[in-house]
């Protein structure tokens, strides 16, 4: 099914918003099945922009594409104009792009700080070895400190990893992500297993890494959706059904079928 332009778009407005990260016809195939099935979609600069659609639609194979830890069997993915598809995963943090995972990716041994030192050794001039000691990276203390106060995690900086809720160690792991300096975010289900007091503070916390930089994320609840997105990808069947802002596509007959249901009506 192709997706269709929805009504309100702009047309004929002049120069459009800088596009920051675009998938062209992307496929990818295991074993004959076609978990995504020409996808397309431009995700502007400085926009939070959220993939969402039913279980199996293609939601996370289409993460992994953009972000380099799948190759498509065909179709590109750019980075500011520039092809990214066939780059290892560690090029494409270079040249701007950074992501989460849903599952949890923390050194759980190590403090909260600690973690974040190692991830910013990957940047600095400090030698990439395994056995560098803590205290060689105090260097990058001050950066290291900084995000910390981004993610809202300071006053638990000394703490283990292994000790902190859920919903802090996703504040942690985007942390981590943040250590790139990425220009643009992607974020898999930043959300997922939280209460309601955990998802305050995540959807803070995306605002507060979403000013100066583009955030693309993967989100199932659709409360958090309205919350932040500016605009919106609806996939079915591993293509683009819809997309457009939430006011959009959830009156899209077609949304509203799919994935929505009497959430539309409410």
């Known amino acids: 099914m192709t997706a269709q332009t929805l009504p309100g778009s702009p047309v004929g407005v002049g120069p459009g918003p800088t596009v920051a990260l675009e998938a062209r016809q992307l496929v990818k195939e295991f074993r004959g099945f076609r978990a995504t099935n020409g996808v397309s979609l431009d995700i502007h600069e400085g926009e939070i922009h959220a993939i969402i659609g039913p279980n199996g639609a293609g939601k996370t194979t289409l993460f992994n594409l953009l972000s380099g830890f799948l190759k498509p069997t065909s179709g590109e993915v750019r980075l500011f104009g520039q092809r990214i598809d066939t780059l290892p995963p560690h090029q494409i943090v270079r040249r701007g792009l950074s992501r989460s995972f849903q599952i949890s990716s923390v050194f759980p041994s190590m403090t909260v700080r600690e973690n974040l030192l190692v991830a910013l050794q990957s940047r600095s001039r400090l030698p990439g070895q395994f056995w560098t000691p803590i205290s060689r990276l105090e260097t990058l203390g001050p950066q290291a400190d900084a995000i910390l106060a981004d993610v809202g995690l300071a006053e638990s900086h000394a703490r283990l990893a292994a000790d902190l809720s859920h919903g802090e160690k996703r504040q942690l792991e985007i942390g981590i992500s ?89």
């Open 178 to 266: 943040l250590t790139q300096n990425p220009r643009v975010l992607l974020l898999d289900e930043p959300t997922s297993g939280m209460g309601s007091e955990g998802i305050a503070r995540v959807i803070a916390l995306v605002r507060q890494v979403a000013r100066g930089r583009t955030v693309v994320l993967v989100e199932h609840n659709m409360s958090v959706v309205s919350e932040l997105a500016d605009r919106i990808t609806v996939l079915q069947y591993g293509a683009v059904l819809a997309s457009g802002s939430y006011e959009q596509v959830r009156q899209d007959p077609r949304v509203i079928e799919a994935y929505l249901g009497d959430e539309a009506h409410e």
